[in-house]
């Protein structure tokens, strides 16, 4: 797979509109300055530049305030709403 999908993937870590917070930086590729913050899964990168792989190791696309950027699941948190 070659693209940004933002739909659900069947085996990814997240589902679309999961909301996640970031907890730290795996590697040098984690945009630090969002560690700590909250947001929203908004799609996966199986583009395959950084070592993806389809369907379990994507980019997680996470939309926090009004910018969006790419992590590893190990940088990320579910969220669990407390009903």
């Not at 693209?3 to 907890?23: C, H, Q, R, W």
């Not at 040098?28 to 530049?49: K, L, M, N, P, W």
């Not at 792989?53 to 696309?61: A, F, H, K, W």
Request: hydrophobic share 40%; glycine share 10%; net charge negative.
């Amino acid at each position: 797979m070659n693209s940004i999908t933002e739909k659900n993937v069947p085996g990814a870590p997240f589902n679309i509109g999961d909301k996640v917070k970031v907890i730290k930086a795996a590697d040098e590729t984690c945009a630090v300055q969002f560690i700590g913050h909250q947001g929203v899964v908004s799609g996966f990168d199986y583009r395959g530049a950084v070592g993806q792989s389809y369907p379990g190791d994507p980019l997680v696309v996470v939309v926090i305030g009004h910018a969006s950027s790419s992590f590893w699941k190990e940088e990320l948190e579910l969220i669990k709403e407390v009903l």
